[in-house]
């Protein structure tokens, strides 16, 4: 796939490389704490009903459990479409800028709400990502709807070109009673999984209460990275995602007394992206690093998902086929060497 001289070169041009990788490929360093904004669906189908209640009381009382285990320290605006006028597709309005928790009157806006109109979904994250100012630092949209997009836009293409373009940008979406309508629920799948974020369903009261109190809680932090075994060679931070950047196994173990663990290729769906192959590493404990294999890329006619360990020695980042895309997980320092060296 790669001849042993073309990695030999990678790896001894480290420094060189790296160094033109951060320069070029890696991400906008956010500056400043990250912000949230919670976008609720006050469209006229919430004045719909579930076991005899309108799902509009419902989400009230849900965004009060809400406010009651949000975190104090993460900041939170409001904003809802849909509530003031009907067949308005520029209905939105944002209710609260983001700031420190008001749960008071936040709870008041959101009790006011009096669903009429549209539901312009993608011009209303768009609309909150922008106010959280997502290009410079980390922003966080929660997103409450029971509907899909009436508003001639594409939820899917905007978290994709929202992901693309903001330092760390993620929207968590809570599709609220839409399992009959499977056109609003692949809408907003696609929006939570293209920006990393999270999508809950939710029939019910009791499920809109669980969705939100568990977009609410502040993420876990990242386990320690296991202890690295005895190395040879240089380490080096890889970037989390890098698109149009590749590396790949020098034939070497990077340790001294431990075997690299082997990950079978995982030959990927036509439509799959670089972001599903970094999330099976990312689910995988073993895994530290991966290489994503576009179409067209070796003559591959369906993308290809590459895993490695912490053991396995790995050429330098270099330039790769347009579509490829590699990482390396968080916290972790991928040993980096020239084919063929031996440990000394």
Avoid at 131 to 152: M, N, P, W, Y
Avoid at 205 to 211: F, I, M, Q, S
Avoid at 312 to 317: D, H, M, N
């Amino acid at each position: 796939m790669r001849s042993l001289l073309s990695l030999s070169l990678a790896a001894a041009l480290l420094v060189p490389v790296a160094s033109a990788w951060a320069q070029q490929a890696a991400p906008r360093t956010p500056q400043g704490a990250g912000q949230s904004m919670l976008v609720l669906d006050a469209s006229g189908s919430m004045w719909g009903q579930i076991g005899g209640k309108a799902k509009i009381e419902i989400a009230r009382e849900a965004v009060g459990s809400m406010l009651a285990t949000w975190p104090a320290s993460q900041q939170l605006g409001l904003m809802a479409y849909g509530h003031r006028s009907k067949g308005n597709c520029a209905d939105i309005e944002m209710l609260k800028a983001p700031g420190s928790l008001d749960k008071v009157g936040m709870q008041q806006a959101v009790n006011a709400l009096q669903p009429k109109g549209m539901t312009p979904i993608s011009a209303s994250v768009r609309m909150a990502a922008e106010q959280l100012k997502f290009s410079e630092r980390k922003a966080t949209v929660i997103l409450v709807s029971d509907g899909e997009e009436t508003c001639h836009a594409d939820p899917c293409a905007l978290g994709k070109e929202l992901e693309k373009l903001g330092v760390d940008f993620t929207a968590h979406v809570v599709g609220f009673d839409i399992d009959k309508n499977p056109k609003a629920k692949a809408q907003l799948q696609c929006l939570a999984s293209s920006t990393g974020g999270r999508y809950l369903d939710a029939k019910d009261a009791g499920e809109l209460n669980k969705a939100l109190r568990e977009v609410a809680q502040a993420p876990a932090a990242l386990p320690a990275p296991p202890a690295a075994p005895p190395a040879c060679g240089n380490f080096v931070e890889g970037p989390e995602f890098a698109m149009n950047l590749s590396t790949w196994p020098t034939g070497e173990n990077a340790s001294l007394s431990a075997e690299s663990k082997p990950f079978e290729p995982i030959e990927m769906g036509r439509n799959a992206d670089a972001r599903a192959c970094q999330k099976l590493c990312t689910d995988d404990k073993s895994c530290t690093a991966w290489f994503f294999e576009a179409i067209g890329s070796n003559f591959r006619t369906l993308p290809v998902c590459h895993r490695w360990d912490g053991v396995a020695a790995l050429s330098a980042p270099h330039e790769a086929h347009p579509g490829n895309a590699m990482g390396v997980k968080k916290g972790v320092r991928q040993i980096v060497r020239e084919a063929g060296a031996a440990c000394k």
